[in-house]
């Protein structure tokens, strides 16, 4: 915010802060969908919360024999870090990425991969293409910085693909690491991802399958009505 603007903004803050904290006061329940926002409620509001996490209909999904390539589907934004995750595949020519998402990133991502053949970007496609792109992947990439929950980890587990991701915010909560996937350190490099790429490979991938599966269903769709239930009917 240009300096000249802070004092306005600043006094809009304080407004939307009181009246943030008077809605929070009003509500019977809250709800969080991962153990990192729970403890922002608690150590921001002093609140206690339940978690309740974001249903992902597993079912939906499906396994396939992998094309031999490694997708991204982040949204294509400076927090999710894709500009990483190029950096790593631009080391690994022998080695195929495809970016399925879109963002305000993509022009400066673009520019970053060009002259890369190994780096596809198909932007914003469908869902069942996403899912097709999904279920044919050796597996999915995700790094973003302290993610409150992140669904495409499930999808990507419920699909039987192995999930390459950061050990922070909800990926902590969905991802097994060397079970169901590999979790990097929060602040890592490219090199690292080259390590885990060449660590999960076809085979190793495939040997994940029925883990990935089993652990996405402790987030389906029906386990959360179940859970909404239980909370509407207390």
């Known amino acids: 915010v240009p300096t ?3 004092p306005i903004y600043h006094r809009f803050l304080e407004k939307y802060r ?6 929070i006061n009003s509500m019977d329940t809250i709800l969080v969908n991962s153990l990192a926002v729970q403890r922002r409620v608690s150590n921001f509001l002093g609140k206690p919360s339940t978690i309740i996490y974001p249903p992902c209909d597993v079912d939906s999904f499906s396994y396939a024999d992998d094309e031999g390539y490694y997708l991204s589907t982040a949204r294509l934004d400076s927090l999710k870090r894709i500009d990483l995750v190029i950096n790593a595949f631009k080391m690994m020519p022998e080695k195929r990425l495809i970016i399925a998402s879109d963002g305000n990133e993509r022009k ?3 520019h970053l991969a060009s002259g890369s053949n190994n780096i596809t970007f198909v932007g914003m496609i469908s869902d069942d293409k996403l899912k097709n792109l ?13 993610e409150d929950f992140g669904i495409s980890p499930v999808e990507s587990m419920a699909a039987g693909k192995p999930v390459i991701g950061a050990a922070e915010g909800g990926l902590l909560e969905t991802v097994v690491h060397n079970e169901t996937g590999f979790l990097l350190p929060p ?14 490979t ?31 009917n207390t």
Do not use: G, W
């Not at 992947?137 to 910085?145: D, G, K, L, R």
């Not at 490219?190 to 390590?195: F, L, T, Y």
């Open 4 to 6: 000249i603007y802070r």
């Open 18 to 23: 009181k009246q943030y904290i008077d809605s």
């Open 108 to 110: 400066n991502l673009e």
């Open 134 to 146: 999904i279920s044919k992947c050796i597996a999915t990439i995700y790094i973003p910085i302290s």
């Open 187 to 200: 602040t890592l490099i490219a090199e690292q991802i080259c390590d885990a790429v060449n660590i999960l």
């Open 202 to 232: 076809r085979e190793a991938s495939k040997s994940m399958r029925e883990a990935c599966y089993l652990r996405s269903k402790k987030f389906d769709v029906k386990t959360f009505f179940a859970q909404i239930n239980d909370i509407l």
